[in-house]
């Protein structure tokens, strides 16, 4: 799980280092707290889910 979530923080580019995915890493850290908190599947997916289309409708 952790490497799906390593690939989609990184975008890569061809001769040079890659980038961060500031929507994902900001969408990841209310869900890694919510996985903290409250261990259950469907609450960790929701809150991620609901993190990134926040992000995606503020315009991040």
Known sequence: MSALWFS????????????????NLLASLPTVLAAIISKNLLVIVLVGLLSLAGLRLLGW
Request: proline fraction near 12%; aromatic fraction near 6%; charged fraction near 0%.
């Open 8 to 23: 989609n923080l990184f975008t890569p580019h061809l001769g040079q280092l890659p980038t961060l995915n500031v929507n």
